[in-house]
């Protein structure tokens, strides 16, 4: 982490960035994006150790992830302050959206643009899923294990077993893998 954010730098970051937001976990590659690769406020291994964190405790993860970013950078204030920012442009929005819906639901124009909107929609959950992957998924083995979930999920396997079972999968494809290589290079 660098000097001090500044409070005002963080809320107009997350505001910027909740304004472009359409909601969802894919929003944390875009975070990610804001705060690891264009402001530099933490390293990939700190977002990532703040990811994990956040997706422990329940509720939306991407306004959590915000708030997260700035209990790191700014404190407690920085935390209230990156959640609210983050939060704002989607109540407002949310608020204007559902006062034009219920006036003129009924019109067929109407109806065209939520139809392009949901397309829309989807082509962002989709881009956001391939950068958040990239920095993840670094070799074949790796590839295999998300494809086996995701086809496991689609076939509304249960989530608990998709878990164990990618679990014990990995633990004979990483076999061979040591972890405690990197954190001994790390603490010498």
């Known amino acids: 982490m660098q000097e001090k954010v500044k409070l005002t730098t963080l809320f107009f970051s997350f505001f910027k960035l909740g304004f472009t937001a359409y909601g969802g976990p894919a929003m944390v590659a875009y975070i990610r994006n804001l705060a690891v690769e264009k402001k530099k406020w933490l390293d990939n291994e700190a977002f990532q150790e703040s990811l994990a964190i956040v997706q422990t405790i329940p509720g939306a993860t991407a306004i959590q992830v915000a708030g997260f970013i700035g209990l790191i950078t700014r404190g407690i204030l920085g935390g209230i302050i990156s959640f609210i920012a983050f939060g704002l442009p989607a109540?407002?929005?949310?608020?204007?959206?559902?006062?034009?819906?219920?006036?003129?639901?009924?019109?067929?124009?109407?109806?065209?643009?939520?139809?392009?909107?949901?397309?829309?929609?989807?082509?962002?959950?989709?881009?956001?899923?391939?950068?958040?992957?990239?920095?993840?998924?670094?070799?074949?083995?790796?590839?295999?294990?998300?494809?086996?979930?995701?086809?496991?999920?689609?076939?509304?396997?249960?989530?608990?077993?998709?878990?164990?079972?990618?679990?014990?999968?990995?633990?004979?494809?990483?076999?061979?893998?040591?972890t405690s290589k990197s954190y001994v290079s790390k603490k010498n």
Do not use: G
């Not at 009924?106 to 899923?129: C, D, G, Y």
């Open 91 to 178: 109540f407002f929005l949310m608020l204007l959206l559902s006062y034009i819906y219920v006036s003129i639901h009924n019109l067929p124009e109407i109806k065209t643009i939520f139809s392009f909107l949901q397309v829309v929609v989807i082509s962002i959950v989709i881009n956001a899923l391939i950068s958040f992957a990239k920095p993840l998924i670094k070799s074949k083995a790796e590839t295999f294990l998300a494809f086996f979930s995701f086809t496991l999920y689609l076939l509304k396997v249960n989530p608990f077993f998709i878990i164990i079972s990618c679990f014990l999968l990995s633990q004979i494809v990483f076999k061979d893998i040591s």
